[in-house]
């Protein structure tokens, strides 16, 4: 094997062992709070910008996941996301067709925190009186400034902060180091982690829910495989009780 992809997997799982650690107080926190409002027919809104787009679509629709997670998508990937207002202008857009309702959750990912339209977002889900949870990179964040117009970063406006553990620039593995006389932190680097463990996070913390629920003697909506048998009618059964306000449509 290369040395770079097995320094990757070596180094990747370690950063996911501590995201483990550091997130698991967090979701504990949060699982009765999401569990609550799954429990009382609310769901669950996911945002993420650009590549972090990818991590909010890994709990919607999801076989073995909760069917009662939609998700907020820019049309334009992500490409004018420091626009002044556009962010918020999404979430005005999805709050009239999908309600965004008091009590229930959103979480808002963002790798590096900084820019503007997951803020917009999340400020406007907490004016609406949702939880609002950041899935963000707090190394990067911290050392990042906003680029909103208020001035704060993702986990400065959130009210639980999940911790992808990741590194300012997000990948881990050195290709190239810096050219004499450069900072070492002009190296090339590649094999990012923030959608790796991103995923896992929030994987986490469905789990977490899921087990709330189920102590608690709730129904557990949870889809499964449309490769089963009957999996697609199961799955449209259960999409019934949220239809119209889910992004991904399954009734």
Known sequence: MSFLPESYYHRANELLAQA????????????PVIGASIAKGGVVHTFGSGHSELISREIIGRAGGLVCVTGMIDPTGGFIENLPGYGAKLAERYDRQYQ???GEVIIVISNSGKNGSPIDVALHARQKGLTVVALTCLAMSRVTPSQHPGGKRLFEVADHVLDNG???GDAIVEVLPAAAGQPADLSVKAGPTSTFIGCSVLNWLMLAVIDWLKAGGHPLPILRSQNLPGAIEHNRE??????GRLSRQLA
């Open 238 to 243: 259960l999409a019934q009780k949220y239809k």
């Open 20 to 31: 483990w650690s550091a997130n698991a107080p967090v979701i504990a926190r949060l699982a």
């Open 166 to 168: 990741g590194v300012p």
């Open 100 to 102: 965004l309702l008091a």
